[in-house]
Every structure is written in C-alpha cells, then in structure tokens.
T-cell receptor, first 112, second 114 residues
C-alpha cells in the first residue's frame, strides 16, 4: 500500500496564485521528499525535509513537516504556467535498507 | 555532471518477448533503484542495487530481474512480457554521502507491450 497519500488529487489555479498540496503518511520516517514530474517524464527532486526539521524553503517552495500529525505540505508561491506538473511526496522510513515509498501524486494545473 | 541516463527511451514489444533496459547513474553514485510507473498503481519500487548487490526488492514476480555492473551501470530485464507490463520504467541513483534515499531520476523508458 502507498505510504504517502497526497491531497488533493488534482488542483487547478490561476497563474500568480499560491498552490498548497498536502501529504499524509502512516509510519515513522527518516525524511520526506517532494518530487515533480512533467507529463510522462522522469521525476525531479524538489526538496527533502528530515524528521527533525519543521520547515524548509527552496526558492518559491516551502515545505512543512508535522511528525505528530504525520503530515507534510508543499506550498508553491506565485505559481507559473511552468509549474504545471504532477507532484509526489515520498517517505523514507527508518532502517538501513528501507526503500522510498511514493504517493499517487497530485496533478497541478496552472492557468495562464 | 551528466544526469541519470536511460536507454532506450521508447520500446514496443509483444507478449511473451523479453526486454532489457539500461541505466547509467550520475557519476560517483553507487546506488541505483528501479521503479515501475503506471496510471493505476502509481510508482512501484522494483529493486535497488548497491555495489553490484541487490539491497532491496519490491513485490514483483520473478520475471523482473536486474543487475549492476562494477561501473555502477544497471540493467533490468523482464521476461515473458505481459500486457500489464506496459509502463514507464524509471531508474534513480543516490549520491554517496547524501541523505538516505535522496534520489535523482532518469527520464524513463516507456515500454509498450502489444
């Protein structure tokens, strides 16, 4: 089963607006990562937040992590048409040989 | 640095055939993971190789296999192809010394089974 569950499944906004995407997970984690995928292409690593961090920024991206609620959010500020893509959260559980587990993704459409 | 490369980018096969996909990780990355992505199941982990050894394996049948060479390049093989094997196959490499499981993906191989 998927460890990370993103919400909403699809999001459509106007260029310039902010986009907020959420991810919930079930078990403890070492870190949580967000990836972007443009239609049918490979995934691009956006940002990683460790379990002992609460917030992280990278350019127009802001990620928060609440380990007590087992949830994370990705905020894209001042969205652009080029941000149109699918966004995935991925959780890295503890354990030397743990594997990254992806959610099903959120489809973001940014209208020009 | 060059990114992760995968060959071929597109492949069409028929049921019952076998296929081999190739992945070259980013220079210096020793861990390579493979994923299958389909609209219905999303991203499913296939296996991970590190220093030529399989370190982790997902829940796929034995028709799916892989290997890693001494230069860290990896191949995955699918034998006796089924229609349901049609998918985007993604390879990812992990940097040495980076956060565990921070992965850098290739563009994928789109496999169509007819």
């Amino acid at each position: 089963s998927q460890q990370g569950e993103e919400d909403p499944q699809a999001l459509s906004i106007q260029e310039g607006e902010n986009a907020t995407m959420n991810c919930s997970y079930k078990t403890s984690i070492n870190n949580l990562q967000w990836y972007r995928q443009n239609s049918g292409r490979g995934l691009v690593h956006l940002i990683l937040i460790r379990s002992n961090e609460r917030e992280k920024h990278s350019g127009r991206l802001r990620v928060t992590l609440d380990t007590s609620k087992k949830s994370s959010s990705l905020l894209i500020t001042a969205s652009r048409a080029a941000d149109t893509a699918s966004y995935f959260c991925a959780t890295d559980p503890p354990g030397a040989n743990s594997k990254l587990t992806f959610g099903k993704g959120i489809t973001l459409s940014v209208r020009p | 640095k060059a990114g992760v490369t995968q060959t071929p980018r597109y492949l069409i096969k028929t049921r019952g055939q076998q296929v081999t996909l190739s992945c070259s990780p980013i220079s210096g990355h020793r861990s390579v993971s493979w994923y299958q992505q389909t609209p219905g199941q999303g991203l499913q982990f296939l296996f991970e190789y590190f220093s030529e050894t399989q370190r982790n394996k997902g829940n796929f049948p034995g028709r799916f296999s892989g290997r890693q060479f001494s230069n860290s390049r990896s191949e995955m093989n699918v034998s006796t192809l089924e229609l349901g094997d049609s998918a985007l196959y993604l390879c990812a490499s992990t940097p040495r010394g980076g956060a565990k499981n921070e992965q850098f993906f290739g563009p994928g191989t789109r496999l169509t089974v007819l």
